[in-house]
């Protein structure tokens, strides 16, 4: 039976919507495995490695090319939308006010895992399939090491919520830790994306951006706040392809975008309104195309060997800087252990950022998957691990410092 294109893509939509959901609510994952890290496992159940391997003819009729471009197009535009808002919800001015403590927590919890995991990588440059066909050595290993050091700070929100300690004291605390590192994210991002061939085009695209965000700041406080919302979305459109056509990427123009924006522009209701709405209505559709990135050519035991490697470089350097972080400002027993687990979650940001190092070619698709499957386990490891520490440990919940 012929399908028009418009159907298969119809029920590619069903597919993604309904699949993840079920498994959510039935499987009563939430305590483990918030709907958001269940949409992204699915995502890789449904891409070649699992569904085309299991049923190859069912996955080239649903995911046909024509398909996988519209999912693609979708994709893009929700997850520009969701590195805007966290870029938007950054909020610096509490990091600097604790700047000394804030620092060296921030320094640690990255710099640790970022040493391991480039460790890891520069094993893994050993054997071939690993490196992409653009990828330069030093690209490679600062790349799977600033993945393994991510801390996802749109998850943690939600994961904090879920325990209630957001608008506590440790949760702010956290949160000024994980801004300092989503600086630090980006800007390592950028170097690794520096096209020395075209640095001419993407210095004139920093200069120009620097220059329009002095003259969009202003218009934005003249404008209304409901006018503020079409505005922005301009300006993220436009910093994107001028991130894109330099050579960056348009996921870096998207948080430059919301970077220089302050959230108070915005009633802050309906900014987490926006943020439920695009992990809602959109985002699913990210997760599914990026687990149609994943490939498991080298083997599926080299593909899980390389993921749990990079998941011990992730867990133990984040666990191991926040507690000499600890000892070095002198915290509670115990208080470096719950702040280090709270960090791990990456799901979101982390696949963000390996999908710009994939779309490079810096590395490869089985690179790309065993990083995927080592922030899916890092963000599920989170909440059990953190919990019972939390329980056993209310004090700390209300420590300012």
């Avoid at 505005?231 to 990427?249: E, K, N, P, T, Y």
């Avoid at 992990?279 to 080298?298: D, E, H, K, Q, Y």
């Avoid at 666990?319 to 280090?340: C, D, F, V």
């Avoid at 810096?362 to 963000?379: C, D, R, Y």
């Amino acid at each position: 039976m012929h399908m028009s294109t418009t159907e298969i893509f119809l029920i590619a939509m069903t597919l993604i919507f309904s699949i993840p959901y079920l498994i959510w609510r039935a499987g009563r994952t939430e305590y483990y495995a918030p709907l958001v890290v269940v949409q992204i496992i699915t995502g890789i159940l449904l891409g070649p490695g699992v569904l085309g391997a299991a049923f190859p003819d069912y996955y080239t009729f649903v995911f046909t090319p024509q398909v996988i471009q519209l999912l693609n197009g979708i994709a893009w535009w929700a997850v520009m939308l969701f590195v805007w808002i966290a870029g938007i919800e950054l909020d610096l001015r509490q990091a600097w006010k604790h700047r000394e403590e804030s620092g060296i927590t921030a320094a640690l919890a990255l710099g640790m895992p970022l040493l391991f995991g480039s460790i890891a990588a520069a094993g893994m440059l050993k054997y071939d399939g690993w490196i992409g066909p653009r990828g330069m050595t030093w690209q490679f290993i600062a790349g799977v090491g600033m993945a393994c050091a991510v801390t996802a700070l749109p998850i943690l929100i939600l994961l904090m919520e879920k325990l209630s300690i957001l608008r506590q004291p440790i949760g702010q605390r956290i949160l000024r830790y994980a801004s300092l590192d989503d600086i630090a994210i980006w800007g390592v991002l950028a170097l690794i994306l520096m096209d020395w061939e075209r640095v001419g085009k993407q210095a004139g695209f920093l200069l120009a951006f620097g220059v329009a965000s002095y003259l969009f700041r202003r218009l934005m406080v003249w404008l209304q706040e409901h006018d503020r919302w079409y505005v922005g979305l301009i300006w993220l459109a436009v910093c994107g392809f001028g991130a894109d056509w330099s050579g960056l990427h348009f996921m870096v123009g998207a948080f430059l975008a919301g970077a220089v924006m302050d959230s108070h522009w915005f009633n802050q209701k309906q900014m987490d309104m926006l943020r439920h709405h695009v992990l809602l209505v959109i985002m699913p559709v990210f997760f599914l195309s990026t687990g149609l990135r994943t490939n498991w050519a080298i083997g599926g035991t080299a593909v899980f060997i390389a993921a749990g490697v990079l998941l011990l470089a992730s867990v133990s350097g984040k666990l191991i800087g926040t507690h000499i972080a600890g000892k070095i400002l002198k915290w509670q027993p115990g208080e470096a252990s719950i702040i280090g687990w709270l960090l791990q979650t990456k799901a979101l940001i982390m696949i963000i950022f390996a999908n710009v190092l994939l779309d490079k070619q810096i590395i490869t698709s089985e690179t790309f998957t065993a990083l995927l499957l080592m922030a899916v386990a890092s963000t599920m490891l989170t909440v059990p691990v953190a919990s019972p520490k939390l329980q056993r440990m209310k004090e700390i919940i209300f420590r300012s410092k």
